[in-house]
C-alpha cells in the first residue's frame, strides 16, 4: 500500500486554483470595501462573511449532489469544470465594478484629503451613501462569483479520498495542501510585483487577469491529467484487497455511526469550528491590519507562512502516521495559538522583520492541524458518503468563518483593531483544544506492513 504522489499532486490542482482565488479575494476584497467604498470594519465583515454563509448551506448541497452524479468525466470533474469558468469570468467582472466606483473618489479629491485612514475612509463612505449603485452592483456581482466558488469546492477536496485509500489519507491531504499552497504563494507573489499593499487607491483589474490565468492554468492540468473514474474505481478495488471497506451497500442502504462515533464526530467539528473562527479572524482582515495599522507589508509577511506551511506538509503527514492525527492537531494548536499570542506585542514601532518568526509559527502550525482534520471527518464515511462527509466539515468551517469576520470586526470597532486582532484569534484556537482533546475516533486505522520497504509508502 502505497501512495502515488504524482497522481495525488494532479488530483491537487482543484484545490490549487481554489487557493489561488481565495488567497486573491481575501487580499483585495476587504481593501476595496474599506479603502474605496468606505465600509467601517463590521459592514465589511459582514460582506466577507457571505461566502461563508452562502457556504454553509450550498457546500453539504454540492457535495452530496456529487456523490450521487455519475458522468463520462467522474462525479467530481464537471463541477470543477463548470464552477472554475464562472467564477473566473465574473471575478474579472468584479474589477470594473470596482474601477467605476474608484474614479468616484479619485474624481472627488479623496486620496488627496489626508494622511489619516478614517477619515479617508469616511469620505469614502458619504461618497457610496450618496450614490449606493456601485455598492450595489458589487454586491450582486460578488454573490455570483461565490456561488460559483461555491459549488465545486466539496466536490474537489471530496477528490482526494474519492482515490485515496484511508491510511494513506493524512499523507494525501499533506500533498494536497502543498499544492494548494503552491497557488497561494503564487498569488502572493504577484501581489508583491503589482504592489497591492502599497497602493490603496490602485485599479486591480490587471492584478486579477493574472490570478485567473493561474487559475486556468491549474484547470486545464487537471482536465487533462486526472482520470477520476479509473482512479475511484483503483481505490475501491485496493479498499476492498486490504480490508479497509465493506463491499458497497445495497441500494438505500445507509452506513450509521454508532453513538461514540457520532460524539466524536460532532467534537471533531467544534474544534474545526473553534480554530477556523480563531484562524480566519486573522486572515480575512490582515491585509488591513498590516497596512493601516503596522504600515506592514502583508504580501510577505503570508509568503514566509505560506513557505513555512509548505515545508511543514509533507513532515506533519509522516508524524501524524506515527503517532496519530488527534495528537499530531493539538500539537498544531498549540504552536497556532502561542504564534497568535506573540502577535499582541507586536506593534508599529516594532521592526517589520519580527513578524516573520511569529507568521511562521502560525504556518506550521495551521498545516499540522490542517492535513489531518479533514482525514478525521472522511475516515467516518463510506466510499458513497465521502462528499456529504465533506459537507460537514465545510458547515462547520464556514459556518465559523460567518461568525469570525463579524464578531472580530465588531470588537475591532468597539475596542480598536489594534488590540482585539490577535487576542481574539489566540482565545477561540486555545478553546479548539479543548473540544480536540476529548475526540475518540477519526485516526486511520493501522495496516500490517509486509516489508521494511513498504514503510516509505510513497512512490512517483
Do not use: C
Not at 298 to 306: S, V
Amino acid at each position: 500500500m502505497k501512495l502515488n504522489t504524482k497522481r495525488t499532486v494532479l488530483v491537487g490542482m482543484a484545490f490549487f486554483l481554489i487557493s489561488a482565488f481565495w488567497q486573491a479575494y481575501d487580499a483585495i476584497v476587504p481593501l476595496i470595501l474599506t479603502n474605496h467604498f468606505g465600509l467601517p470594519q463590521t459592514a465589511s465583515g459582514a460582506v466577507m462573511s457571505i461566502d461563508n454563509v452562502l457556504a454553509v448551506f450550498l457546500l453539504p448541497i454540492f457535495g452530496a449532489i456529487s456523490d450521487k452524479v455519475q458522468t463520462r468525466r467522474g462525479r467530481r470533474t464537471p463541477f470543477i469544470l463548470v464552477g472554475s469558468i464562472v467564477a473566473i469570468a465574473t471575478f474579472i467582472a468584479l474589477t470594473f465594478i470596482d474601477n467605476y466606483q474608484l474614479a468616484r473618489v479619485v474624481n472627488a479629491g479623496i486620496p488627496t484629503l489626508s494622511e489619516d485612514a478614517e477619515l479617508l475612509r469616511k469620505a469614502a463612505l458619504e461618497l457610496t451613501i450618496a450614490n449606493p449603485l456601485p455598492l450595489i452592483g458589487f454586491i450582486a456581482t460578488l454573490l455570483v462569483v461565490l456561488v460559483a466558488m461555491a459549488t465545486f469546492r466539496s466536490p474537489a477536496v471530496a477528490l482526494m479520498p474519492d482515490v485515496t485509500v484511508k491510511p494513506l489519507r493524512s499523507k494525501a491531504n499533506a500533498i494536497i495542501n502543498l499544492t494548494g499552497t503552491a497557488g497561494g504563494i503564487l498569488v502572493l507573489v504577484l501581489g508583491m510585483v503589482f504592489a497591492t499593499s502599497k497602493n490603496h487607491y490602485m485599479q486591480y483589474t490587471p492584478y486579477v487577469i493574472a490570478v485567473t490565468a493561474i487559475m486556468l492554468t491549474g484547470l486545464v492540468i487537471f482536465l487533462v491529467s486526472v482520470k477520476e473514474v479509473k482512479w475511484a474505481r483503483e481505490m475501491e478495488e485496493e479498499s476492498l484487497r486490504l480490508g479497509l471497506e465493506d463491499a458497497a451497500p445495497e441500494e438505500g442502504e445507509k452506513r450509521k455511526l454508532s453513538r461514540a462515533e457520532r460524539r466524536s464526530l460532532l467534537l471533531i467539528l467544534a474544534s474545526v469550528a473553534l480554530w477556523f473562527i480563531g484562524y480566519n479572524s486573522i486572515t480575512s482582515k490582515y491585509s488591513v491590519y498590516a497596512t493601516n495599522i503596522l504600515g506592514f507589508d502583508f504580501n510577505l509577511t503570508l509568503i514566509i507562512a505560506q513557505a513555512a506551511a509548505i515545508v511543514s506538509y509533507i513532515p506533519v503527514g509522516i508524524v501524524s502516521s506515527k503517532i496519530g492525527r488527534k495528537k499530531t492537531i493539538l500539537g498544531g494548536v498549540v504552536i497556532l495559538a502561542s504564534a497568535f499570542f506573540i502577535g499582541n506585542f507586536i506593534t508599529s514601532s516594532t521592526p517589520e522583520l519580527i513578524m516573520y518568526p511569529v507568521f511562521i509559527l502560525a504556518g506550521i502550525g495551521w498545516a499540522t492541524i490542517n492535513v489531518n482534520s479533514f482525514p478525521m471527518v472522511v475516515e467516518l464515511a463510506r466510499g458513497g458518503d465521502v462528499g456529504k462527509y465533506t459537507g460537514y466539515y465545510y458547515t462547520a468551517s464556514m459556518a465559523a468563518q460567518i461568525i469570525a469576520p463579524i464578531l472580530s470586526g465588531f470588537l475591532y470597532d468597539l475596542f480598536g483593531m489594534r488590540y482585539v486582532f490577535f487576542a481574539f484569534g489566540t482565545a477561540f484556537v486555545a478553546l479548539a483544544f479543548v473540544t480536540m482533546f476529548f475526540v475518540k475516533h477519526g485516526d486511520a486505522k493501522p495496516i500490517k506492513k509486509e516489508s521494511v520497504l513498504e514503510n516509505l509508502d510513497v512512490e512517483d
